[in-house]
C-alpha cells in the first residue's frame, strides 16, 4: 500500500503562484509514476500533469502546459506541482496520484492510489 498525502493548497489571486506537494509514505518505491489530477464543483476528475519515475519525462494538460511544472524529489518520497499564471478556471481540489502500470497516463482508472486532496482557489 502507499498512501498520499497533498498539501500546499490555499487562496491566491488570478495571475499569482501556488505549489502544492504531494508525500508518499507505506511503499514508498518512487519507481513509480506520479501524476496529478484536479476537480472542480460539479465537474469531472480532469488530468493536469503526469512524471515518470526518474523525473526526466514529464506529460501536461494543454490548459496548463506552459504554466504548470511537475517535478519530483525521490530522497524526499515527494512530488510537487509548481503552478504559476494562475487563473479562477484553476480552482479545484487537486488530488496526487501513483500508478503501478510504468507508463505516464493521463487515465483517471490507471492510477492506483489517491490522496485525498488539497483545495487550490483563485479569485479573480
Known amino acids: 500500500q502507499v498512501q498520499l498525502v497533498e498539501s500546499g493548497g490555499g487562496w491566491v489571486q488570478a495571475g499569482g503562484s501556488l505549489r502544492v506537494s504531494c508525500a508518499a509514505s507505506?511503499?514508498?518505491?518512487?519507481?513509480?509514476?506520479m501524476g496529478w489530477f484536479r476537480q472542480a464543483p460539479g465537474k469531472e476528475r480532469e488530468f493536469v500533469a503526469a512524471?515518470?519515475?526518474?523525473?526526466?519525462?514529464?506529460y501536461y494538460a494543454d490548459s496548463v502546459k506552459g504554466r504548470f511544472t511537475i517535478s519530483r524529489d525521490n530522497a524526499k518520497n515527494t512530488v510537487y506541482l509548481e503552478m504559476n499564471s494562475l487563473n479562477p478556471e484553476d480552482t479545484a481540489t487537486y488530488y496526487c496520484?501513483?500508478?503501478?502500470?510504468?507508463?505516464?497516463?493521463?487515465?483517471?482508472?490507471?492510477?492506483?492510489?489517491w490522496g485525498q486532496g488539497t483545495q487550490v482557489t483563485v479569485s479573480s
Open positions: 512524471i515518470n519515475w526518474s523525473g526526466g519525462i514529464t
Open positions: 507505506g511503499r514508498t518505491s518512487m519507481r513509480k509514476v
Open positions: 496520484a501513483a500508478t503501478l502500470r510504468g507508463k505516464l497516463t493521463s487515465l483517471p482508472r490507471e492510477y492506483d492510489y
